[in-house]
């Protein structure tokens, strides 16, 4: 038979995988993580697939597993399901840009109006759309996509494949955190066409802002999974979870960047995943001193450790609810890979 | 030779909200054979599929495929589950290339499969497809998976008479190189592949054996016009008349598939005549319309 060779610049792709099939996939893939237990790998059944001759067998043979050959392949699986993902929401050009520039035309929009505001506030106000921006991408790119799939049943085939689930869910979350990263910037630079001025804090900034955009995505790209993977309609994930982005962002006043027009106040304005988030980003983004006077407090601004370990709690907590229904409730294969 | 069985299930039991689809189904599928799961629509074959592919767990009994659990282990099978498989949005190439990054399994012989199937607009997006197309397409992706074990339900449902050719010719060389096939299938014509036959009614295996034993306890098969078809009524098994080959036809109560007893012929009503031979859809029609109600057990 056929097999590849030449992209991959080495064994034929149909030899390697009944070596990975003989090495890691006994369990491996199949129960997460790319590489299975030790003792699940002790042995091995091999089928004809593993056989020179093809001839049917019931040879059971011992084999090690290859962590390499394992990572290789869940890294193959991430980048199958980025991949798609953006394939999917970029064959219709109107769809993919109203996704990634709605924010960036609402901060153009509103940009226009605000003759009178200083840069400081437009440039929060910016980053507050932005981040509202963001999130909607999240909302909609991770739970479209993953009730299209539930709703066509692809799940039931992906079941039945030496699929990692973590795999799964981390080539969704790359797909949508990447066009939620160009909505995040598309906004940014509205924001300096209306008058904005951004500069960072410190060096140290840039850690806290990376960590800020990613824990947010994060955070409600896994919001909307355990509402999709049990509803499993495309519908509701198209229209009704990023209803939770315009939520979040008319009840905390641009996701906390005008707190004038925040119905919430106070110091909660701190600590919600999404105000918290764009303040710190604003924080260290925006060159003010005078947080009170750009809209801004009270409360005053999030400086200090414990903010960001807030943010790192709301991570793993996300990551670990994410995982747990991924693998439970997506695979139907237990509480943890 | 002594056969090695890779599937073994037993009293499979499964049940949805909306009540119960399997109960008590037994099934062994040998290495190295092709087994054809046949019944009409709506009977829980792919329901049956997705327990045997691990995408589903089973309400109660045992399955094990390679000695396994399918649940727990998933490198030993291709599972080709009916439009499920591709994304519409996506081209053929894209869809292609989303399941050779997928699974560490999947080989370049897609390309030789899909040219086999004529499957020509590989850069089309699937949503502009025909069924038989999506058909090919999901072909060539499961097929292309290098498993020992390939589970296809209704493989050849949407296609052609001259693409069904071809597939049972890539399924002859699947086996040929020592992989176990297990189809599904309303179209008696799929029989023509089958090492075995497993008839699914009622949500359950009803029976099971080679096309040859299976064709031995069919009982006399008689014809006639449509027109005629009152004067079978009252001669037919369990009442059950049904169209073939432009006429239709009934199975004679006789004796457990025995030929016809001498003078039979000279006593049928005007214009009823003895078929015989037995085709692939008179056993589908016996095995699935007429045992399951007379309980017959060949």
């Given at each position: 038979m056929g097999r590849r060779t030449p992209r991959d610049q080495g064994p034929s792709r149909g030899k390697e995988a009944t070596q990975r099939l003989e090495s890691t996939d006994s369990r491996p893939i199949a129960t997460d993580g790319g590489v299975g237990a030790p003792d699940a790998d002790s042995t091995t059944r091999t089928g004809p697939s593993a056989q020179s001759n093809g001839a049917p067998t019931s040879e059971v043979r011992v084999s090690a597993p290859t962590p390499d050959a394992g990572t290789a392949v869940w890294a193959s699986q991430v980048r199958a399901f980025a991949e798609r993902c953006l394939r999917e929401l970029s064959t219709g050009t109107t769809m993919l840009l109203t996704l990634v520039g709605t924010a960036a035309g609402m901060q153009l929009f509103y940009g226009s109006l605000w003759e009178e505001m200083s840069a400081a506030m437009i440039a929060s106000a910016a980053i507050g759309t932005g981040m509202f921006g963001a999130i909607y991408v999240c909302l909609y790119a991770f739970g479209y996509l993953l009730a299209g799939d539930l709703e066509d049943r692809r799940y039931e085939a992906y079941r039945s494949m030496p699929i990692a689930a973590s795999a799964d869910l981390t080539g969704r979350m790359v797909a949508a955190g990447a066009l939620a990263a160009v909505a995040f910037a598309l906004t940014l630079v509205a924001g300096v066409v209306t008058g904005g001025t951004f500069a960072l804090r410190s060096l140290a900034s840039i850690p806290v802002v990376v960590l800020a955009f990613v824990v947010t995505c994060l955070f409600w790209m896994l919001v909307a999974l355990p509402v999709i993977a049990t509803a499993a309609n495309e519908r509701l994930a198209e229209y009704g979870v990023p209803m939770i982005a315009v939520l979040g962002y008319m009840l905390t006043g641009f996701n906390g960047a005008n707190v004038a027009i925040s119905p919430l106040q106070g110091e909660v304005l701190n600590y919600l995943p999404n105000t918290l988030s764009t303040r710190l980003l604003i924080y260290h983004l925006v060159p003010t001193g005078e947080w009170a006077e750009a809209g801004l407090g009270p409360p005053g601004p999030p400086v200090g450790p414990e903010y960001v370990l807030l943010l790192v709690a709301y991570a793993i907590v996300v990551l670990v609810a994410g995982t747990v229904v991924t693998n439970r409730i997506l695979y139907e294969r237990g509480w943890w890979p | 030779m002594v056969a090695v069985s890779c599937i073994e299930v037993t009293n499979l039991s499964k049940s949805f909200d909306d009540g119960p689809?399997?109960?008590?189904v037994d099934l062994t599928v040998d290495e190295g054979e092709v087994l054809a799961v046949m019944g009409p629509n709506g009977v829980g074959k792919s329901v049956l599929f997705t327990c045997l592919a691990g995408s589903t767990h089973p309400s109660g009994g045992d399955v094990t495929v390679f000695g396994a659990d399918p649940t727990d282990r998933s490198d030993t099978t291709s599972f080709l589950l009916q439009d499920a498989?591709?994304?519409?949005?996506?081209?053929g190439r894209e869809n292609v290339r989303y399941f050779e990054r997928l699974h560490p399994a999947f080989t370049d012989d897609w390309q030789r499969y899909a040219d086999r199937l004529g499957l020509?607009?590989?850069?089309?997006?699937?949503?502009?497809?025909s069924g038989g197309m999506t058909r090919k397409l999901e072909l060539t992706i499961a097929l292309a998976i290098d498993v020992p074990l390939y589970l296809l339900d209704e493989p050849t449902a949407a296609l052609d008479l001259s693409t069904i050719q071809v597939v049972h010719q890539l399924l002859r060389e699947k086996r040929d190189a020592g992989r176990t096939i297990v189809l599904s299938s309303h179209?008696?014509?799929?029989?023509?592949?089958?090492d075995r036959i497993a008839f699914v009614a009622d949500g359950r295996v009803v029976a099971t054996g080679t096309p040859e034993t299976l064709f031995d306890d069919v009982p006399t098969v008689v014809e006639t016009r449509l027109s005629n078809a009152d004067a079978l009524s009252e001669l037919a098994l369990a009442d059950e008349v049904y169209p073939a080959d432009g006429a239709v036809r009934a199975f004679l109560p006789d004796a457990d598939g025995e030929t016809a007893p001498a003078g039979v012929a000279s006593s049928l009503p005007s214009a009823v005549s003895l078929v015989d031979r037995p085709t692939y859809t008179d056993l589908f029609t016996y095995y699935t319309r007429v045992v399951p109600t007379t309980a017959h057990d060949p």
């Open positions: - | 689809v399997l109960s008590g498989l591709c994304s519409e949005r996506l081209t020509d607009a590989l850069d089309k997006r699937v949503e502009d497809y179209q008696p014509m799929d029989a023509d592949l089958a």
